[in-house]
Every structure is written in structure tokens, then in C-alpha cells.
């Protein structure tokens, strides 16, 4: 369960506060503001505040006064033609304010993007949750043969029932060890900060995280794509779920030109020249490797 009782009595007194304001609002971020959208076995995303919209972003673009608006489709329009020539400062002119509830190895992947304001819960000066990330039957995978970084097929039966008790008795056996070196009946105890460093890196942290749209966007052109992880494009996909509440005309031109558009190199496209003039174009003529060619393929699939 990714809230207690009483973290969800909090929630509700929250989302039943209303404040008169002068800004801007998207209506569709109104209805997300502070729900907890369930992510994994206890984690969850939600909206703590935002700044602008979608006529904020083309605000930007012209350096109007008021709103900025001439027209939907004329905004709509702008915001396309700023996605697609990459003019990314007016999207800059949105902001985010997450709270994320997420296990510690999907934390270490998504800090990677140093384009935020992060602030962690602190292991230093509270005790974590008894909670870890157990991975469900259609998630846990072999290591690939082809890629590195990937999954292969999936573990079944005897072989998974044994690796899915392996983390879970870890898991419980490290808290439990956590829980005694902090114990202060008779002995002083090991301090918080030290104690952490036995914990295993699938329990779970907290952290408020703010972004602007435009670096928001490049974290899920990444993190929301097939070839991401599974646990941190769960996070991601639900992101974009927000996101297109937020800012629906930028979403969509995100979608179209980055999550769903390709970038293509010289050799690539001269390669489609060659295919259209009818030339047959085999990877040992067309100047790429072999893993060059075998994503170009993709890209025409």
C-alpha cells in the first residue's frame, strides 16, 4: 500500500483547500494536484505545485503582455514549431513540483538527470520504512544476450519462485539487522547515518523534485521510451499521463516529434534517397555498422 491512513486523510484536506489566485491555472492540473498516483508495489507520483500552461509557453515565445493568446490554433501551432526547430527556452517557462515515493536503484538512475531541484528524505535523521520493491512474476527476467543494459526472457516457475524468496528474505533479513543496530535498549546504538549503509538498494525513498518543462521533457523522451528500465518508465508513464493534463498542446507536439519522431544521420538519409530511387540498399553498402544498420532497420519497421 503506497499510503497509510493517515497520509491519505492528509491528501484529502489538502485537495479540499481552494485559495484565489491571480495565475495562471490548467484545469487539468487543478484535478491532479496532490493525488497520489500508485506506482509499483509502494510507490506513487503526485503534483505538489506547477507553474504555467500551454498559453504560457507561447507568452514566452512572443513577449506578450496577459496571457498571450491570439487563438487555440494559433498557440497550438507555435508550440509545434518550437518542438520541432528545438527552440526550448519559452518550455522553460513551465515548472513541476513532484513528490516521489520510488526504491533506492530506480533513485540512482533518475538523479542521473541533473537538471532538477531535488530534495531526498534523510536516512540520517529518520528511519526508513520497512518497505522494498518486490519485483511481480511478469518483471523479473534474465539477463540479455544481445544488449548489456537489457532483459531477456522471462524467469518462470521453480527458477523464479527461488530468486523472488532470495529478495525478499535479503531484503527482510538486512531491515531486520538495521533495526537492531539502531536499538537503544541497553546499548547506545549505531548512529542513523551508519546504520543506512546496510540497507539493501530496492527499499524505498522519498524526494520532492522540481523541473522545468523542457528538461522534464528530455527526462521522459528517455525514461518513458520502450528501452528504458520497466521500474523507472512506470514512473515515467505516469508522468506523461500528468504532463498531458498539464500542457496538452505541448504534450501532443512532444509526442509527435520526439517520443514518436526519429533523428536520422547523413549516411541514414542518404541511405532513404537511395531506397527511393529504387536502388536496393544492403547494410554492406550502406556505410553503417552492424548496429547502426540494425536500428536504421528498426526505424523503417
Not at 68 to 89: A, C, F, P, Q
Not at 124 to 147: C, G, H, K, M, W
Not at 242 to 263: H, L, Q, S, T
Amino acid at each position: 500500500m503506497p499510503l497509510s491512513p493517515d497520509q491519505a486523510a492528509e491528501i484529502t484536506a489538502q485537495r479540499a483547500q481552494t485559495t484565489p489566485t491571480r495565475r495562471v491555472t490548467s484545469p487539468g492540473m487543478e484535478e491532479r494536484l496532490y493525488t497520489a498516483h500508485p506506482v509499483l508495489d509502494h510507490g506513487f507520483v503526485r503534483v505538489i505545485d506547477y507553474m504555467g500552461d500551454d498559453a504560457a509557453i507561447c507568452q514566452a515565445a512572443r513577449v506578450s503582455y496577459g496571457k498571450g493568446t491570439k487563438s487555440v490554433s494559433n498557440d497550438e501551432g507555435l508550440i509545434r514549431y518550437l518542438m520541432r526547430h528545438w527552440h526550448s527556452t519559452p518550455f522553460e517557462m513551465c515548472e513541476i513540483k513532484l513528490h516521489v515515493k520510488l526504491p533506492v536503484f530506480v533513485a540512482r538512475q533518475w538523479i542521473r538527470h541533473r537538471t532538477a531541484n531535488v530534495n531526498e528524505y534523510s536516512a540520517r535523521y529518520s528511519i526508513l520504512d520497512r518497505e522494498f520493491y518486490i519485483p511481480a512474476p511478469d518483471a523479473l527476467a534474465a539477463q540479455s544476450t544481445v544488449n548489456n543494459q537489457g532483459r531477456g526472457e522471462l524467469l518462470e516457475g521453480e527458477e523464479a519462485a527461488r530468486v523472488l524468496e532470495m529478495l525478499k528474505s535479503d531484503a527482510m533479513r538486512a531491515y531486520d539487522h538495521y533495526e537492531a543496530m539502531l536499538s537503544t535498549e541497553g546499548q547506545k546504538g549505531l548512529a542513523r547515518e551508519l546504520a543506512r549503509m546496510n540497507l539493501p538498494a530496492n527499499i524505498y525513498t522519498q524526494w520532492y523534485w522540481k523541473v522545468d518543462l523542457h528538461n522534464l521533457f528530455h527526462f521522459l523522451r528517455l525514461r518513458a521510451d520502450v528501452h528504458a528500465q520497466y521500474e523507472i518508465r512506470v514512473y515515467a508513464e505516469t508522468i506523461c499521463e500528468i504532463v498531458a493534463d498539464w500542457v496538452p498542446a505541448a504534450f501532443k507536439a512532444f509526442e509527435d516529434y520526439r517520443m514518436g519522431g526519429v533523428n536520422l544521420s547523413a549516411t541514414a538519409l542518404d541511405c532513404i534517397r537511395r531506397m527511393l530511387k529504387g536502388e536496393e540498399v544492403t547494410q554492406e553498402n550502406s556505410g553503417m555498422s552492424k548496429g547502426e544498420w540494425r536500428e536504421f532497420e528498426g526505424v523503417l519497421e
